[in-house]
């Protein structure tokens, strides 16, 4: 089992940036999908940014250039550095782990390892 925990979020205003982290309990990321999700209030879940193990990434259009993901595979954590933030980026961020070889992919339901989420605001 896999066990992932997110730290870094909290408040800013429009503009700025912030870091998220997502370590993993396991001994190497090398040969795992990594992914970011975010859940806004009333609105469905949606893909941010992923990598997969070949360091291949892909971007949601809305965080295109001002979003940048990243991973260390033997410290096993992964990183969502997020600059230019607008209010619409405020949301739940999830961090998710496959450990099934694929091309880079923002479905969900490709993840079968989710962590509980952390809480990021953006204000205007």
């Known amino acids: 089992q896999v066990q992932l925990v997110e730290s870094g979020g909290g408040s800013v205003q429009a503009g700025g940036s912030l870091r998220l982290s997502c370590t993993a309990s396991?001994?190497?990321?090398?040969?795992?999908?990594m992914a970011w999700f975010r859940q806004a209030p009333g609105k469905e879940r949606e893909g941010v940014a992923c990598i997969a193990a070949d360091g291949r990434t892909k971007y949601a259009d809305s965080v295109k250039g001002r979003f940048t993901i990243s991973r260390d595979n033997a410290k096993t954590i992964l990183y969502l550095q997020m600059d230019s933030l607008e209010p619409e980026d405020t949301a739940m961020y999830y961090c998710?782990?496959?450990?099934?070889?694929?091309?880079?992919?923002?479905?969900?339901?490709?993840?079968?390892?989710w962590g509980q989420g952390i809480q990021v605001g953006v204000s205007s």
């Open positions: 998710a782990a496959s450990d099934r070889w694929m091309n880079p992919s923002l479905f969900g339901t490709r993840y079968p390892y």
């Open positions: 396991i001994n190497t990321l090398s040969s795992f999908t």
